[in-house]
């Protein structure tokens, strides 16, 4: 089974930093995505963990725990822009990217 | 580039219809997942296709269909229209299956009244 939680909402101030957890339960597990998205627009692609630890991609940095079924998002310097959607994703299926997502985290940067 | 388009933008249908949505990937991309999404909540897979042929099928009844063309772009039929229907209709390219960036198009929003 397929199974992703993640909060549903989440506030924080800007130049703050913010954690978004991820925790799952993925059959065929290989992979886990965030994805941003703002308010009627597609998901943009945040990054990629396939590997235990962290992945530091500018601003944003990705943990993966494969043992504990565990991920986070960080996201630091946080601006107004990172008013978002943020979705947690497992990819499942050999050789494949199937992904499920969670139901999202909603995150409010607020002056 | 242009990315992934979707058309159309959106579409209203009554509950029993039959719908279509069409997708074009980026050039040079032969993947490609559709997703449905229900307002507030994240994507649910629906299929993805490979080089014309089937790849993968989410827990969707079999209202649900697809198909990939030799330009490797694609067609989402969804037949006997629920309210429940009613999302936004995600397409993503990847360049190969085994790749794991996917791009999203902008969608098409759905409603079945």
């Known amino acids: 089974g397929q199974n992703i939680d993640q909060p549903t909402e989440m506030t924080a101030t800007e130049g703050a930093i913010v954690q978004i957890n991820c925790t799952y339960q993925t059959s065929g597990f290989n992979g886990l995505f965030w994805y941003q998205q703002h308010a009627g627009e597609a998901p943009t692609f945040l990054s990629y963990?396939?590997?235990?630890g962290l992945e530091e991609k500018g601003r944003f940095s990705s943990f993966l725990s494969r043992s504990k079924g565990y991920s986070y998002l960080l996201l630091k310097e946080l601006q107004m822009k990172d008013s978002a959607s943020y979705l947690c994703a497992s990819s499942s299926g050999a050789g494949s990217y199937q992904l499920t997502f969670g139901k999202g985290t909603k995150l409010s940067v607020i002056p | 580039d242009a990315g992934v388009t979707q058309s159309p933008t959106h579409l209203i249908k009554t509950r029993g219809q039959h719908v279509t949505l069409r997708c074009s990937p980026i050039?040079?991309?032969?993947?490609v997942s559709w997703y449905q999404q229900v307002l507030g909540q994240g994507p649910q897979f629906i299929f993805q296709?490979?080089?014309?042929?089937?790849?993968g099928r989410g827990n969707f009844p079999d209202r649900f269909s697809a198909r990939q063309f030799p330009n490797y772009s694609s067609e989402l039929n969804v037949n006997a229209l629920l309210l429940g229907d009613s999302a936004l209709y995600l397409c993503?390219?990847?360049?190969?299956?085994?790749?794991?960036?996917?791009?999203f198009g902008p969608g098409t929003r759905l409603t079945v009244t």
């Open positions: 296709y490979y080089e014309k042929e089937e790849r």
């Open positions: 993503a390219s990847s360049r190969e299956t085994g790749t794991y960036e996917q791009y």
């Open positions: 963990n396939v590997l235990d």
């Open positions: 050039s040079g991309h032969k993947s």
